[in-house]
């Protein structure tokens, strides 16, 4: 499989979206809405449920299925509100300790002149720093698409996870194409020097962990899921100095070599 | 001065001049984007490289600090960051020599220590010349040693922001630039130290949704464009027609975005104050 079949893979609209996860591997969801300054954004869903009988936060980004759906939740694109209303929950979760577990699935951050009149910026930027002082375990899987500083806003975490099939870059490859190439249609050859895949990913320590797609969907693979995310939920509430981990596991990001003088 | 920079030798840090910069006898001229107008270079130099129109032409980060920060006061550090191109990307090495060569610096961001109007302070400033301050794991590694030096000495930080975004030739590397900044900038602020950031022309995507957007106040300069998206990426997306000052310094100021817009010349004098009334901080390092 090339770079450039794994991102169309990722974006194949008939993969599992945030709320078939949240709804095979959790019980008793309910969904809270809006971000308490203007709207309720549906490209991010949120909210409280049991993770194994453990009370948990869960927020995703959603694109929805049918045609009707995917326009009404932005085909999961976040808007600067979607973004604040995440924020809020997880703010929620820290109060009442609670770990987080994040689904994060977007072409990136919604681009548009309201978004933009509305600090998605700062929205992004504001998350960021926040999700690295949030005295609660945070849990991000990737199952799609992770398009960008969009879906790094859901993914200051303690740890990382990729779906086989997910990939992770800071340009969408045609975007790149277009500007290294002038040319979108390169968008395969750009996808390859991005190292966009899980599997690159996890070599760069981006993400901990690769999640097979072997039986993706079905009862047995969520079931599997979310075993494993409880065991790793557990490990977290056990570690000390859990933020300065977190601190440590960004803060190491990044080759560079120092000039001799 | 021009024929003298042959045999001048800089004083300080900030008198390094561009590599490349053309020794000319003659005055160089500037043509100003918004009103045309033909300035020459000593004209520019005496009104802070505005136009009489009000333009802020784009600067250096070298003369940006000497502008803005008492003369002979900087004192650079980190500036052996550099990065080793981690995804051997295509075409990147003679990317960054071309920008070597364009701006005299070896990364997009120059930091260190100076003083502002007596008080001491950490700063950055973004160079507009070098890969329009794109961020790569050598910005994001400056930055962050910059706030955690910041911290450790209890300094306050200023820092001029110049960029068009992470960088792509690093990939993932330079979007986790975003959270690593971020997490510094958070641990300078729990210790209750001030960040003051002024956004210039431009400021935009992985740089303003991280550490430009994360100060404690933000100034920006008149007419500078700031923004998440591009503008033309916004255009083609909506295909509506955009409003003429969409993501300027003005428009986030408008939509609560920013705190004060100050011109070029007024700058270190609202920032000498601020930091006068966040307690000054004379204390030598």
Known sequence: MTAYDRVRTARNTSRPTAQDYIAAMFTDFIELHGDRRYRDDEAIIGGIAYLKGKPVTVIGIEKGHSTIERMRRSFGAPEPEGYRKALRLMKQAEKFHRPVILFVDTSGAFCGIGAEERGQGEAIAENLMEMMGLKTPELSILIGEGGSGGALALAVSDRVWMLENAVYSVISPEGCASILYKDAAEAPKAAESLRLTAADAKSMGIAERVISEEGLATPAFYKQLADEVAAEIEILEHTEDLLERRYQRFRAFGRYEEEKK | ?285
């Open chain 2, 1 to 285: 001065m021009g024929i003298l920079k042959f045999l001048y030798k800089p004083q300080n840090e900030l008198e390094k001049d561009g590599r490349n910069a053309e020794p000319s006898v003659g005055e160089k001229e500037y043509t100003c984007p918004n009103c045309h107008r033909t300035l020459v270079e000593s004209t520019l130099e005496n009104d802070s490289w505005v136009c009489t129109c009000g333009y802020h032409f784009r600067i250096g980060a070298r003369k940006r600090l000497q502008m803005m920060t008492d003369s002979d006061s900087f004192g650079e550090l980190f500036s052996s960051v550099v990065t080793d191109d981690p995804l051997s990307f295509p075409g990147y090495q003679q990317k960054l020599s071309k920008a070597r060569n364009a701006s005299g610096e070896s990364e997009s961001v120059i930091t260190g220590t100076a003083t502002i109007d007596g008080c001491r302070v950490a700063v950055f400033a973004m160079s507009p010349d070098f890969m329009m301050g794109s961020m790569g794991t050598a910005t994001g590694e400056r930055i962050t040693r910059l706030f955690e030096y910041a911290t450790e000495h209890s300094l306050p930080v200023v820092g001029w922001t110049v960029s068009g975004g992470a960088r792509m030739q690093e990939g993932l590397l330079s979007l986790m630039q975003m959270a690593k900044t971020s997490g510094a900038v958070l641990r300078h602020s729990q210790e209750g130290l001030l960040y003051i950031t002024v956004l210039t022309d431009p400021t935009t995507g992985g740089v303003t949704a991280s550490f430009a957007m994360e100060g404690d106040i933000i100034m920006a300069e008149p007419g500078a464009t700031v923004g998440f998206a591009g503008r033309r990426v916004v255009e083609q997306t909506t295909m509506e027609s955009l409003p003429r000052d969409f993501q300027t310094s003005e428009f986030i100021l408008e939509h609560g975005f920013a705190d004060l817009i100050v011109p070029r010349k007024d700058e270190k004098k609202i920032i000498a104050d601020l930091l006068h009334m966040h307690g000054g901080n004379h204390d030598s390092i």
